[in-house]
């Protein structure tokens, strides 16, 4: 499966975007997926991830209850609403597929990373 991430952008501190990743292939609805992001001089970490059908989510402690993963089977596309944002936030932002949410948790990605989408919090 190939991924375009995308959505990212310049938002102040305390406001919201939607990221979107578009998936080509026809295994996208058999994957889970997940969404990471890696800031100036840090590793690339999970941010959120989703099972194939969308029923089981999971979160970084640093987003949850700001941050919400779905999907949309039908469009190929996984969504990360982000809101409450901070300037910890500010990173790439990456999509990624896997063979399972256990796996996506731990990085056990499948797909390539892609060029991701940048998100800047301004103070």
């Known amino acids: 499966v190939q991924l375009q991430a995308s959505g990212g952008g310049l938002v102040q501190a305390g406001g919201s975007l939607r990221l979107s990743c578009a998936a080509s292939?026809?295994?996208?609805?058999?994957?889970?997926m997940g969404w990471f992001r890696q800031a100036p001089g840090k590793e690339r970490e999970f941010v959120a991830g989703?099972?194939?059908?969308?029923?089981?989510?999971d979160y970084a402690d640093s987003v949850k209850g700001r941050f919400t993963i779905s999907r949309d089977n039908a469009k190929n596309t996984v969504y990360l609403q982000m809101s409450s944002l901070n300037f910890e936030d500010t990173a790439v932002y990456y999509c990624?597929?896997?063979?399972?949410?256990?796996?996506?948790?731990?990085?056990?990605?499948?797909?390539?990373w892609g060029q991701g989408t940048q998100v800047t919090v301004s103070s």
């Open positions: 292939g026809r295994t996208f609805s058999s994957a889970a």
């Open positions: 990624a597929a896997g063979p399972d949410l256990r796996r996506i948790v731990v990085g056990r990605t499948t797909s390539d």
């Open positions: 989703i099972s194939w059908s969308g029923e089981t989510t």
